[in-house]
Structures are given as structure tokens and as C-alpha cells.
């Protein structure tokens, strides 16, 4: 999923808090169509629309009306339908959003500057890309140029992570016992059960070009002539922005906020927290490439770093001799001579996969399971045509900094369409009673900070009939 969905992915996990039975009052008019209308005044048959004024307040962030106006057009920009959405229903969540950012502040759960501006930058970059280009975002947003419309998305996103933090802080604790898994299916009419759709189980080997110890050495000299540049006074984001092989830091001059929680590279995470503040580290290498990293701020476990990522080059040759290495791989596995399994374990470069036999995991579900209908468009193409057993072609694969190996697939498994069943299907159905279990206890908690805040809805909003207590009554 990409990076701009952020509000959709909210909307999904946590549901629309609000609707009103009132058909009338669904919302048709986007933000720009109301301020035309306002300031038509000459037009007869033209209804004057009341753009600004306080929605209503919760704790201490003030929802305007235009805001709803604006939250519209942030569902209408990533593609989500807009018939059924009432004023109601994005005033509600909106107002839902702002609970969570405000317990998230009282709570002092922070978020830092660089995380917020990287994701306003990919924001951007995808949204541009979709629309055709930045002249027509800022058209599509009713914004005069590019900074005020970073100064809007900033203070969503803000929001965006404040809530989303506050939200993984009410679930935290949450857990699901067996028996409650077992009640869980249990109380779902037989005829209700959901449909699982055919499932594969895939396997892999990767092999990955070895670069020559002359590509090593040339990338190693210029990472230190880098280092050496910026301690004489270059910038090392100007640098990153010209050299790094990371596409996605890279663009913002290098920069990555990080915790020793995230999921990066063991290596990479033990240098940038190695360093003191302004520090530049000596070239490293990890699995993605060698790297230089500069400590940009220290803030207690968090820090911002910049980093260069640049990937030694692999000759014709390298790729030959790869290409060679796994056509005989694949020979020796038809001939009988090895099993799939046992070649993944002695020979793949993959270490995600190999110490099980090469098997893939769903990072959706966690389990070896993948829906065919959900799975990425690429991967089906590669896995579609291929039988019970039968083993790919050796298949090109691009890595997401651009470094071309080989792999091999292969259906190890297949599961037809069924009914949930309670034994086959055990993770697919903990993962739904779990999530059963987090709505309630999202819903206990939204109930009882309700009590708690200062809340006040406008008296023309009064008439909402909210999902969630916000009237008090």
C-alpha cells in the first residue's frame, strides 16, 4: 500500500465514526464550489454557503467547517467514493481524529519534524504523479503554490501520526486467548462465515551477483571522499541528494528519523546510534550497499540521521556467471539431484526465507498463506501460470535501490476456494477476533476521554446523530 492512502488506511482499520440518517445533508460540493457560490452574491437561484466558522472543539484543536470541506477533497484525492459521506460523518471523524491528537499531546507522545516532512514529501511526490503533475494538485486543492500546500499537508499529517500513535497505544496491551478465537468463530452464523479465495503457498531462491572487489574498493574511496568533503564544509544533504542510492531519503537530502524499534538494517542501526550528534561515520556496509551516516539531532531515543547509500556496480560478467549459477540450480532440482527446499537452504542469498526452505510470508497475515486475488500484481503474473510443483524460469528481480538479481518460484501448495474453517484457517480468524477485540477496546476508550474532554459542537452541527457521545446527552 502506498504512502499517500494514510487517511483511507484510517478510515479501513478504525471505521467512520458518524453518520446522519438525513439524506440531505450529504456533502456534494467540494471547498472551491462553496467559495465560488459565496462570493456570487448577484445570482438570484445562488444559495449563500456559510464557509468558515467552529464545527466544534475538542480539547484544544478547533474544527473549522472549511475543514470538512477540505477533508472531503483529501477522500475524493485518493480515490475514495464520496456519494455516501455526510457532513455529518466527516465532522465525526475529524472529531475523532482530534480526540486521539490531543491525548497523544497530554500524554507527551511525540513526533518529530523530520518524520512528518518526509512524509509530506512522499505525500506529494505520489499525489503529483496521480494527478499529472503539480500545477494540477495545487488546482485540485485550491492552493496558490507548492508551500501552502506543504504548510496544509504538514499540519494533517501531524494529526495523521499523532492519531495513529495514540491509537497503537490503546491496542498495545490487547491480546486474544485460543478459547476467545474459538467463541469468536463460534458466534458467527454458519451462513455468514467469510469465504476464503484460492491460496497458494510459494517458495523461493534468490541469487544475488557477487561486485568485484575493484567495484567495492571504488565505492569505499568515494563514500571517504564524501566524509572528508563534508567535514571540510560541504553539506552532506547536497551530497545525499547527488550520490545516494536510497530513493526514497535520498530526495530529502538523506534524511531518516529513526528509534532502534524500527525495522532497519542491524548494521545501520548500531552506527547511527553509535555516533554523538554532528558526527559522521566511517563507509559500512549492509545488505542494501555501503553507507556514510551523519548524525543530524539527538532527541532521547529517536535521533534524525542522514545517510549516502551507494551500491557497487555489477559487471556483465557478475550477472553472466549469476544467470549461470542458477540455471544450474534449477537443473539440479529437476534432475532429482536436489529438493527446492534443500537448495533454498544451502544456496539462496534470501535470509529472510532460506532457513525455511525458501517458503514466502504474507507480510499481510504473517502465515505462508498468499490470496491469488490479493496478491501484488507482479508477483501473480510470476506465479499464475505455474502448476502444483512446477518449478519458474529464472526471473530477473529488482531490489527497491535498483540491484538486479535472479530467483526462482515455485507453488508448493495450493488451497481452493472454501468456507472459513475453524483448523486450516486458525490465523486468518485470530487475526479478525483480534481485531474484534481492538475495536471494542478502541470504543471503551473513545467513550470514556469523551467524558473527559472539554467538547463543544455548534449548534447548527447539534443535530447530527453521531455514532459516538459527542453531544454529551
Known amino acids: 500500500m502506498k504512502q499517500g492512502i494514510y487517511v483511507l488506511m484510517l478510515l479501513v482499520a478504525f471505521g467512520m465514526q458518524a453518520q446522519e440518517k438525513d439524506d440531505a445533508t450529504v456533502v456534494t460540493e467540494t471547498m472551491t464550489e462553496a467559495k465560488t457560490q459565496a462570493n456570487d452574491s448577484t445570482k438570484s437561484n445562488v444559495k449563500r454557503v456559510k464557509i468558515d466558522g467552529v464545527a466544534a472543539v475538542v480539547g484544544d484543536f478547533v474544527i473549522l467547517e472549511s475543514d470538512v470541506d477540505k477533508f ?21 471523524k475529524l472529531m475523532e481524529d482530534k480526540l486521539y491528537a490531543h491525548h497523544a499531546i497530554q500524554d507527551s507522545i511525540d513526533v518529530s519534524q523530520g518524520e512528518i516532512r518526509d512524509r509530506v514529501n512522499q505525500s506529494i511526490e505520489y499525489f503529483s504523479e496521480q494527478i499529472g503533475g503539480m500545477d494540477k494538485l495545487l488546482k485540485f486543492y485550491a492552493m496558490e503554490d507548492e508551500a501552502s500546500l506543504r504548510k496544509r499537508l504538514t499540519e494533517i499529517t501531524k494529526i495523521q501520526f499523532l492519531t495513529q500513535r495514540m491509537q497503537s497505544k490503546v491496542v498495545r496491551d490487547v491480546e486474544i486467548t485460543p478459547e476467545e478465537v474459538r467463541q469468536f468463530f463460534e458466534r458467527i452464523p ?51 541528494i547527488l550520490y545516494s542510492k536510497d530513493r526514497v ?62 551500491i557497487p556496480e555489477i559487471s556483465s560478467k557478475k550477472l553472466d556467471e549469476a544467470r549461470k549459477e542458477i540455471d544450474t540450480l534449477r537443473t539440479r532440482i529437476l534432475d532429482g539431484e536436489l529438493t527446492f527446499e534443500d537448495a533454498a537452504r544451502s544456496f539462496s542469498d534470501d535470509k529472510e526465507t532460506r532457513n525455511n526452505g525458501g517458503k514466502l510470508i504474507n507480510p499481510a497475515t504473517f502465515d505462508t498463506h498468499f490470496e491469488l486475488t490479493k496478491m501484488d500484481p507482479e508477483q501473480y503474473s510470476q506465479i499464475e501460470p505455474l502448476k502444483g510443483g512446477e ?32 483448523s486450516k484457517d ?9 481485531k474484534e477485540k481492538q475495536l471494542k477496546e478502541v470504543g471503551k476508550w473513545i467513550a470514556q476521554k469523551i467524558k473527559d474532554t472539554y467538547i463543544n459542537v455548534n449548534s447548527d452541527n447539534r443535530k447530527c446523530e453521531f455514532q459516538n457521545n459527542w453531544l454529551k446527552k
Not at 472531503?72 to 465525526?92: E, H, I, M, P, R
Not at 569505499?220 to 560541504?234: F, M, N
Not at 529513526?258 to 553509535?274: C, Q, T, V, Y
Request: hydrophobic share 40%; net charge positive; proline share 4%.
Open 249 to 310: 531519503s535520498g530526495r530529502q537530502g538523506g534524511l531518516m528519523p529513526i528509534n532502534k524499534r524500527m525495522p532497519l538494517a542491524k548494521e545501520f542501526k548500531d552506527m547511527a546510534f553509535s555516533l554523538q550528534q554532528g558526527e559522521i561515520s566511517d563507509p559500512f556496509k549492509t545488505d542494501f550497499g555501503w553507507h556514510i551516516v551523519m548524525v543530524d539531532k539527538v532527541r532521547g531515543q529517536e535521533r534524525d540521521v542522514r545517510h549516502i547509500l551507494l
Open 72 to 92: 472531503l477533497l483529501d477522500l475524493k484525492q485518493q480515490g475514495v467514493n464520496s456519494a455516501d459521506l455526510t457532513k455529518c460523518g466527516l465532522l465525526g
Open 190 to 240: 454458519e451462513e455468514q462465515r467469510p469465504r476464503i479465495g484460492v491460496e497458494l503457498e510459494v517458495s523461493q531462491i534468490i541469487i544475488e551477483p557477487e561486485p568485484s572487489k575493484e567495484a567495492v574498493d571504488k565505492v569505499i574511496k568515494k563514500l571517504k571522499d564524501i566524509k572528508a568533503e563534508v567535514e571540510a564544509g560541504s553539506s552532506f544533504g547536497t551530497k545525499a
Open 426 to 434: 486458525y490465523i486468518k480468524i485470530k487475526n479478525l477476533a483480534l
Open 391 to 422: 518449478i519458474s524460469i529464472p526471473l530477473i528481480d529488482e531490489t527497491r535501490t535498483g540491484q538486479k538479481r535472479f530467483k526462482l518460484l515455485k507453488v508448493t501448495n495450493r488451497f481452493d476456494e472454501h468456507i472459513a474453517d475453524y
